[in-house]
C-alpha cells in the first residue's frame, strides 16, 4: 500500500513519520521549498511527546512528484486556501480505488474534494494531534490523538474502516465518528476559539485560559458557532462545548497553535475565512447573526496586513 501525505507541515510530517516509523511505504509531498529541501538533503528531524526521531522519508516537491507514483491512501494537510492547487497537482496520481483522508481544519473541504474523488472514497474527519515546526526539516508532534474518521455515505465505511486500521496500527488512535458532522462543528468550536484568539492576543492556550475576559471571548465565540451549526442540522450544548475547550486548553497549555505559528511566528497568511469567516458566511447565509466571529475574521486580516503576511 503506498500512501501520501499532501501537504507534510507541521501536522502533516507528524502523521507521516508515525506511519513510516510503523512500516508504511510513505511519501511526504508539499510546495514550500525550504521544508522540502531540507527533508529531501538532511531527512525529517522530529520531537514526538518528547522523544527525537529521525527518518529518512522521501520528499517530493508538490509540482515534481514522480509520473509513475499512484497511491492507494492521500491523507490532505495543506492549509485550505492550497487545497484545490495540491488537489489539481495530486490528480494524475490518483487511481480508481484511492482513498481520500481529509482531517483539515475548517468547513466543508468535501464539496471541493468531490470533484476529484467520489463520495465512498472521501473520509473525512478530525483530530485532536497538535504539532509545529521549528525550523525547516525540524518538527515536533504532541498528545494523543484521537483520529476520529467517518465516511460521507453508508458506501463508505468499508474505507473508514481501512483508514482507523492504519492510524491505530501507527499509534495515532484512528476511531470510527459516531456522529461526523457533530464532530467536525466541535472542531470549529477549538479552532475558532484558540486558533484565533492566541493569534490576536499573541499567547499559547494556558495564557489564553488565564483571563477571564478571553474566557468570555470564548464562550460567545462558541455561543455563535453552535448557533450556526444549526443550520448543518448539529446540535451541540454551549456550556458543554465552553468546558470541553476550556479542559483541553489546560491539557496543551504551553502548545501555541498552527494560527499563530503561521501568522506570528512565520508571518504568513490564515485560514481564518474556512473557520470563523466560514461561521460568519454559513450563519449570514441562514440569517443566523455572527459577529463575533465575523469580528475577529476581520482583526486576524488586519494583523495579517500589519506583518505583511505572504
Known sequence: MKIAIAGSGALGSGFGAKLFQNGYDVSLIDGWEPQVTSIQQEGLHIDINGEGYHFDIPMHCLSQIPSNELYDVIFLFPKSMQLESVLDAIKPHIHKETIVVCTMNGLKHERLIRNYVEDARIVRGVTTWTAGIDVPGHTHLMGSGPVEVGCLVPEGIDNVKIIVDILNQSELNGVVSEDLHQSIWKKICVNGTANALCSILECNLATLNESSYAKNLIYKLTQE??????????????????????????????????MYQDLIKDHRKTEIDYINGAVA???????????????????????????NAQ
Open 281 to 307: 458566511r454559513l450563519g449570514n447565509e441562514n440569517h443566523i447573526p455572527a459577529p463575533v466571529n465575523e469580528f475577529v475574521t476581520n482583526l486576524i486580516h488586519s494583523k495579517e496586513s500589519q506583518l
Open 225 to 258: 458557532i453552535v448557533h450556526v451549526a444549526t443550520s448543518d442540522h448539529v446540535h451541540l450544548n454551549v456550556d458543554e462545548v465552553f468546558e470541553y475547550l476550556i479542559d483541553l486548553n489546560e491539557k496543551v497549555g504551553p502548545h501555541y497553535p498552527s
